[in-house]
């Protein structure tokens, strides 16, 4: 279950990623796993859950990623 990109569309200046939210963090955060730029990134996602495949704006600046709901698929 790799997550890919959704277009080159961007949000803001953060990508526009399709994720599939795989695990929930201690915190309550769903986690999907991305590739970026050759490495393999976690993604915190507020809002979601285990099974939810959604379009999310990404912020990979920070460490780690966070990212905000789009559209829910």
């Keep these: ?28 955060d769903g986690v999907a796993i991305v590739e970026a730029k050759g490495e393999r990134r976690a993604v915190f996602v507020r809002g979601s859950a285990p099974g939810d495949v ?8 920070s460490r780690p990623a966070r990212a905000r709901i789009v559209e829910i698929l």
Aim: glycine share 12%; hydrophobic share 40%.
């Design 1 to 28: 279950m790799r997550s890919s990109r959704a277009g080159d569309r961007r949000a803001g200046n953060h990508p526009l990623l399709e994720l599939t939210i795989r695990e929930l963090a201690h915190g309550g």
């Design 54 to 61: 959604l379009r999310a704006s990404v912020d990979f600046a």
